[in-house]
């Protein structure tokens, strides 16, 4: 059962257009081979019989007529009678006996010619369907000889079966090709919402779409288009609200380092002033985020290159870094963003590690960059966490190992912008392993 609903699944067509062109053929054809099966089962057979109970009937007219008017003279008339008035040819070879003939294949009307000649003529005779390209000869052994008719094929012939078929296939094939049209049509706003969708997920500028074709899928157009409105209201909503937040905190946190600055040196000031910078260091974070990268527009961007820039960056600042890309990756991409996320990751490791390694690669339908480290990683309950804003590991305020706990954030949330996801594991370098898949 398995098998067979396998093979039907494979061999089914599988988009909408095969489909519904399938649904509409397949009865129509089904239909037209049963009617036609069943009309030609009786027709045929009846109409070859009758065909050639005609011309059967008349060589016994002819054969009659020969042994009613057994003289040499009367053959004359008889034979240009059955010339002029029956269509055939008739010969009489005297004293002639009748050859024996090897059995011939038969089909429908020389099995209904046979029959009707047995019919008819009492004695031996010998119908070759062979010989002749359109005449069957009959041979009939007559006292006097042998009598040979020729008998043109097409007296036994029905031609309006091959009309009627040609019109069946010729009409069927016009349906189809109206069909398809039709089919296209409707097919087509549904192939371009999806496309819009797609694009939607993956962050990319969404070509206009705009409700079309039949209701069901003007209302799935009309809704999408209403949800991309509500989501891209959400963010702008979000990044305009951060950025404020993060603005307004800015004055009042200005005048309080102006405070402390006055303060001089007493107890517990110092430690004041280093929350105070750590502060202003996550608001300048998020500042710059929700103002450049935020808004930022796709274009279409060479992956390598970004790597390669990123890369070259890090190391200017000091760290130890193997890149490894597999190919030219061009795509739509908001390369500044994209370049902030991985720049993140690296910062990461470098912050924890050693040695970093980058990899980027074509997988399925998505490019996976895969940046490694030797460092201590994280340990495998905590790698959804290190995920929200301002969590870290190392709760100490060290200044060394110290950020704001946002990196990772910023980083996920630009990857998931663009249709991807950033995933954490273990690298087999022994550290962390950030993967980042990005559709293409
Ligand atoms: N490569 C890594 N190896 C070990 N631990 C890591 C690594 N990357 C991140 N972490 C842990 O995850 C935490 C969160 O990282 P995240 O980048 O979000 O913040 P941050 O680096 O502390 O601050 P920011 O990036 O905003 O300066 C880090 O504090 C660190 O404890
Ligand atoms: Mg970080």
């Given amino acids: 059962m398995g098998f067979l609903t396998d093979t039907a699944k494979r061999l089914l067509p599988r988009s909408l257009l095969g489909r519904s062109l399938m649904i509409i053929v397949t009865p129509l054809v089904l239909l037209q081979l049963v009617s036609a099966a069943i009309f030609y089962e009786s027709h045929w057979d009846k109409i070859s019989l009758r065909l050639a109970r005609g011309v059967a009937g008349d060589i016994g007219t002819v054969i009659s007529l020969l042994r009613q008017f057994p003289d040499a003279e009367d053959r004359n008339w008889i034979f240009r009678l059955a ?6 040819t008739v010969a009489l070879q005297e004293k002639a006996i009748l050859p024996n003939q090897p059995a011939q294949p ?3 009307t020389e099995q209904a010619m046979d029959d009707a000649l047995r019919e008819q003529v009492t004695q031996p005779f010998v119908l070759d369907t062979e010989s002749l ?71 990319r500028e969404v070509v206009r779409v705009k409700p079309e074709g039949a209701t069901e899928v003007r209302q799935a157009t009309t809704a999408f288009l209403a949800m991309r409105e509500r989501i891209q209201r959400q963010i702008s909503q979000r990044t305009d609200m951060l950025s404020g937040v993060s603005h307004d905190l800015r004055t009042p946190l200005t005048r309080m380092k102006l405070q402390l600055a006055m303060s001089g040196d ?26 450049g990268e935020g808004t930022e527009q796709p274009r279409l961007a060479n992956l390598t290159d970004l790597l390669a820039e990123v890369a070259e960056q890090a190391r200017r600042n000091g760290g ?52 490694d480290d030797d460092g201590p990683g994280i340990p495998a309950d905590k790698r959804d966490e290190v995920f929200k804003p301002f969590f870290r590991l190392d709760s100490s305020r060290n200044p060394e190992t110290g950020g704001s706990g946002l990196g990772l954030a910023i980083a996920r949330d630009i990857v998931r912008g663009h249709g991807g996801d950033i995933e954490l594991g273990e690298a087999p370098t022994g550290g962390l392993r950030a993967r980042v898949r990005l559709p293409v």
Wanted: proline share 4%; charged share 25%; hydrophobic share 50%.
């Fill in 133 to 203: 390209d359109r005449f069957y000869v009959a041979s009939i052994q007559l006292p006097a000889g042998v009598l040979e008719v020729i008998v043109p094929r097409k007296r036994l012939f029905s031609s309006t079966v091959y009309v009627f078929v040609l019109w069946m296939i010729g009409t069927s094939m016009i349906l189809f090709g109206v069909a398809t049209i039709f089919m296209r049509n409707q097919v087509k706003p549904i192939r371009r919402l999806a496309v819009a969708a797609d694009n939607f997920g993956k962050g």
């Fill in 106 to 108: 038969r089909g429908v």
């Fill in 83 to 88: 010339a002029d008035h029956m269509e055939l």
């Fill in 266 to 291: 007493a107890d517990g000031i110092s430690d004041l002033r280093t929350d105070v910078a750590e502060m202003e260091h996550m608001l300048e974070g998020y500042l710059a985020f929700a103002r």
């Fill in 320 to 371: 130890q870094i193997d890149l490894h890309c597999e190919g030219p990756f061009t795509m739509p991409l908001r390369p500044n963003a994209l370049k902030r996320a991985i720049a993140n990751l690296i910062d990461n490791a470098l912050r924890y590690a050693e040695h970093v390694w980058i990899r980027a690669g074509r997988r399925a339908d998505a490019i996976e960059i895969l940046i």
